[in-house]
């Protein structure tokens, strides 16, 4: 007989760094680091997970102000700090990619499917998130994937990347990750997992274009119905029209237009 192997998964040196940090820096429930962290390390399973929390002790949440004080530091900033990343929704028929925008104070998003994952298309997300934010963004945060940032592959090319141009354009600061740091991203990576979880996770569909219009749909209604904690039961909505009676100087519409249509 050979020798016994271990059992459960074996992670990577800097995997297990990976899982450390993001739940020192997020203090997201388990399962909520798991969601997030599945595309990144997919072979990572939730016994797995815990046993890495357990052994360095970070297996049980703190209670009381320091972790209210580090939610406040990460939302200190003004409307219009828009984290971006793409993912992909499979089905048996094949696989659609959706580009996904969440506005770091007022938890606005706002979702697009596109052909594939590429430069151009997200160069074509990004316009796309300008005009359908009713304020005008200032900061954007992306990873280094290939739709927003240059690659091993293409930084020969010496031309800027179409996605900051876009930026430079409508001045837009682009913020990237540090590579192996997913938290950084967190709220699109959440949002993403939430919109996975809300439809091809509970739901059979008879095709891509019913995908499309329930992923839509789910997206309307938590813009406009759901009360999130993080905004003081406020909607994303409702968040958007206090930063407008309070200072509309941000605004380039009265948000007020965003209200769908009895068939949206």
């Not at 900051?164 to 967190?186: A, F």
Request: proline letters at 6%.
């Amino acid at each position: 007989m050979g020798p016994r192997r271990p059992r459960g998964t074996v992670l990577a040196e800097a995997e297990e760094a990976i899982v450390v940090e993001f739940r020192r820096r997020t203090l997201l429930p388990l399962d909520d680091v798991l969601g997030c962290l599945r595309e990144t390390i997919p072979r990572l399973s939730r016994s797995a997970l815990h046993r890495r929390l357990v052994r360095h002790s970070i297996s049980r949440l703190p209670e009381g102000e320091e972790k209210a004080s580090k939610r406040r530091r990460f939302a200190e900033t003004t409307l219009g700090y828009v984290h971006i990343d793409v993912c992909e929704l499979r089905l048996s028929e094949g696989k659609l990619f959706m580009f996904l925008a969440i506005d770091r104070v007022t938890k606005f998003v706002h979702v697009a499917f596109l052909d594939a994952n590429t430069k151009l298309n997200g160069a074509a997300f990004l316009r796309e998130v300008i005009r359908a934010f009713p304020y005008r963004i200032h900061t954007v945060l992306t990873d280094n994937g290939v739709a927003f940032a240059p690659n091993a592959s293409t930084r020969r090319d010496l031309s800027r990347h179409i996605f900051d141009r876009v930026c430079d354009e409508h001045g837009i600061e682009h913020k990237l990750t540090k590579p192996y740091h997913p938290w950084t991203n967190g709220q699109a990576e959440r949002m993403n997992r939430t919109v996975k979880e809300a439809t091809i996770k509970a739901f059979h569909y008879p095709g891509l274009e019913a995908l499309k219009a329930h992923v839509l749909a789910f997206v309307t209604a938590y813009n406009f119905g759901k009360h999130l904690k993080a905004l003081r039961w406020r909607t994303p909505f409702q968040a958007i029209c206090d930063a407008w009676t309070k200072d509309p100087s941000a605004f380039k519409i009265d948000p007020h237009h965003l209200i769908p249509g009895p068939y949206t």
